[in-house]
């Protein structure tokens, strides 16, 4: 069964103190990993597609990396606008995977000014 | 371009009864999935369709049911509705010259009184 735990579950950061938020995965055959943000009432918003280890993306004031076991989302001189729950999710290959994600429990990222 | 979307956006049901939620999603996107996310659980899996047939199907018991129609448009209906069904209803849709990328709508909240 695939699992996907993010840590911390909560962060709270100064507005330009840069910090890192972690994903772990466990799936039989890694698909995809993806990163989403989401704002509180709103639907998750996509951020990166990860698909191989040593591959990394970067949008503004993140950037994702990913490993075998992990991803991490580091964020970047974060500003009050970054506070939102950061979501991770892997998509196993399989012929049945489809486009089915396993969620983790989110970190809830806080960023005072 | 238009996203994936939801209606009703938000709607209270009483115990016992049935509903039925609607979900457009992206123009060219053939898969449409759907998640139920609440506080306790995070995003949790209900199915997957595409080209109108479910390809996947998630553990949830069987009053959780879905179908797609011929222009990719989907609906999930939830039967004899429980006070535990409370929870936000999202919609994705992935396909098409999006490739893997997974697409969210805001979702639909559903309160069950």
């Known amino acids: 069964e695939d699992q996907v735990t993010q840590s911390p579950e909560a962060l709270r950061l100064q507005e330009g103190e840069s910090s890192s938020l972690n994903c772990s995965y466990t799936?039989?055959?890694?698909?995809?990993l993806f990163w989403y943000r989401q704002d509180p009432g709103k639907g998750p918003e996509f951020l990166f597609t990860?698909?191989?280890a040593g591959e990394e993306k970067e949008k503004e004031r993140l950037k994702a990396t990913l490993t075998k076991k992990e991803s991490f989302l580091h964020i970047t001189a974060p500003k009050p606008e970054d506070s939102a729950t950061y979501l991770c999710?892997?998509?196993?290959?399989?012929?049945?995977?489809?486009?089915?994600?396993?969620f983790g429990e989110g970190t809830q990222l806080t960023v005072n000014p | 371009k238009a996203g994936v979307t939801q209606t009703p956006r938000y709607l209270i049901k009483t115990r016992g009864q049935q509903v039925t939620l609607s979900c457009s999603p992206i123009?060219?996107?053939?898969?449409v999935s759907w998640y139920q996310q609440t506080p306790g659980q995070g995003l949790q899996f209900l199915f997957e369709?595409?080209?109108?047939?479910?390809?996947n199907k998630g553990n949830f018991p069987g009053r959780f049911s879905g179908r797609q129609f011929s222009n990719s448009r989907s609906e999930m209906n939830v039967s004899t509705l429980e006070l535990g069904d409370s929870a936000l209803y999202l919609c994705?849709?992935?396909?098409?010259?999006?490739?893997?990328?997974?697409?969210f709508g805001e979702g639909s909240w559903l309160t069950v009184v």
């Open positions: 994705a849709s992935s396909g098409g010259a999006s490739g893997n990328t997974i697409y």
């Open positions: 799936v039989s055959g890694l698909r995809g």
């Open positions: 990860l698909y191989s």
């Open positions: 999710a892997v998509q196993a290959f399989d012929e049945t995977s489809g486009s089915r994600l396993t």
């Open positions: 123009s060219g996107h053939r898969s």
């Open positions: 369709y595409f080209s109108e047939t479910q390809r």
